[in-house]
């Protein structure tokens, strides 16, 4: 193998692993969400646990969602397990949807020691820009399977907006 082919290898590799990471920020930049723990959060002292990484402070999550549109709605999905409905809020701004609440964590009935600790669970915000203005006043939201569902009904309802571009 002489050094040419594997200096290309190399760069090769490189350039996928570049583009790898710039669609995984990109894709994940949104959904990554933050969780605060507060008094409420209940979560177990690191006297309780015996994994080295928990820091009760220090709670990140992917949020996954979804967004449809057709002629009439957006409708988002959101993954929130865990969760209990009573604890989530939903705002609708100009051209946001927030979603926030806590989770809380919820402790096991006998004794013993937390080995591994990798949910993230206390107060987060999580907001989704919208592509196109909504009617707040006709949205709707079921939590169901720990995927919250939001209807929004569009304030124009028309197709997704599509524009051709002409190559010269």
């Known amino acids: 193998m002489s050094m040419e082919s594997i200096k290309e290898s190399v760069g090769s ?7 790898g990471w710039r669609h995984l920020t990109r894709s994940a930049a949104g959904a990554l969400t933050r969780f605060r723990a507060g008094e409420k959060t209940n979560l177990p002292t690191p006297a309780e646990v015996d994994d080295p990484s928990y820091l009760p402070t220090r709670g990140w999550a992917m949020l996954g969602g979804n967004m449809f ?31 926030s609440g806590e ?39 079921s939590y169901t399977n720990g995927i919250l569902r939001i209807e929004l ?16």
């Open 13 to 19: 590799l490189w350039d996928n692993l570049a583009e």
């Open 69 to 99: 549109e057709d002629d009439s709605r957006l409708v988002v999905r959101l993954e929130l397990p865990g969760m209990d409905k009573q604890d989530m809020n939903i705002e609708i701004g100009d051209d946001v949807l927030v979603i």
């Open 103 to 141: 989770k809380h964590f919820q402790r096991e009935s006998s004794e013993g020691r937390y080995r591994l600790l990798q949910c993230a669970y206390g107060s987060f915000r999580r907001v989704v820009p919208l592509p196109v203005p909504v009617l707040a006043d006709a949205s709707t939201a």
């Open 153 to 168: 009904s569009k304030a124009e309802p028309g197709r997704p907006k599509v524009r051709t571009i002409r190559v010269r």
